[in-house]
């Protein structure tokens, strides 16, 4: 899985446009993603829905529960998927993040017969759990995501903010709380920004306080992303060379070029500079 002019790139992955959409968002963006459910029935319906010029709303990506993509909008496009939306001083979502759509029903009502979904689904036991939402008191009945779609989801993050400058990984439940609930107790929201956003390095030191020497002369290296690519070249679309490193690895620096090393670890390629220490 890789990013080409904006879009995302791998078998059985597809683009289909929505009109959708405003203009390119400005230099340095996109700087963050914001995770979303479509509250719908499909996958289907939801990129129906997104690509709809009377409906007014898109979403850059849908991701369905069989682990299909269908990416509606270029990453470096304004997609309305945000809506009034502000976090941490700033408003505006739509402006400078990537939006992520997952079909998912969203919050169930218990029924005689199951649970079942504001459009009149019913679902099995087996799909639903009972959690506190984060900006509520009491649990709720919701709706499970399924193991490929937490795991796509991860994946896709992973390469965006290897590709874009993102620092910021948010639910529509953050920016909006006072309208949304998505994605949801069932998504792993701070699991997700905690595998790929925490770049504490606990190799700063020793237990006495000491930096490694080797280290300190700038020929080894630590990994700070939760998982960092490893090229076969020095470039973003360069076959990788080996599975991802992962955080905390020291790695020896061979040589640079521009914004990479090339780097001896399990097998000698190339990674991105922003994600190692030195």
Wanted: aromatic content about 8%; charged content about 25%; hydrophobic content about 35%.
């Amino acid at each position: 899985m890789d990013i080409k002019n904006h879009r995302l790139k791998n078998s059985g992955f597809q683009f289909k446009e929505s009109p959708n959409h405003s203009g390119k968002m400005k230099d340095g963006q996109p700087d963050s993603i914001v995770i979303h459910y479509t509250a719908g029935g499909s996958a289907e319906s939801a990129v129906r829905t997104l690509s709809n010029p009377a409906r007014k709303a898109s979403a850059h990506l849908v991701i369905g529960r069989d682990g299909s993509v269908t990416q509606l909008v270029p990453f470096d496009t304004v997609a309305w998927h945000a809506g009034r939306s502000s976090y941490e001083g700033r408003s505006g979502f739509n402006n400078f993040s990537i939006g992520i759509e997952i079909d998912n029903a969203g919050k169930l009502t218990k029924t005689e017969e199951g649970h079942t979904s504001w459009f009149g689904k019913d679902y099995p036991a087996k799909d639903v759990i009972r959690a506190t939402h984060r900006n509520e008191h009491q649990p709720s009945y919701w709706h499970k995501y399924t193991e490929q779609q937490i795991n796509l989801v991860f994946d896709v993050c992973s390469v965006l903010i290897d590709t874009y400058a993102i620092t910021l990984i948010v639910g529509h439940e953050e920016i909006a709380p006072s309208r949304k609930t998505d994605p949801g107790p069932a998504f792993p929201l701070d699991k997700l920004r905690e595998r790929l956003l925490q770049t504490e390095r606990a190799e700063d030191g020793s237990a006495d306080g000491s930096a490694d020497e080797e280290t300190m002369q700038g020929n080894v290296g630590v990994v700070t992303a939760s998982k960092l690519n490893i090229r076969s070249e020095p470039w973003l679309q360069a076959k990788t060379a080996a599975p991802p490193i992962p955080r905390g690895t020291m790695l020896k620096i061979l040589d640079e070029t521009d914004d990479w090393y090339q780097v001896d670890v399990i097998t000698r390629g190339w990674v991105s500079k922003k994600f190692v220490s030195t």
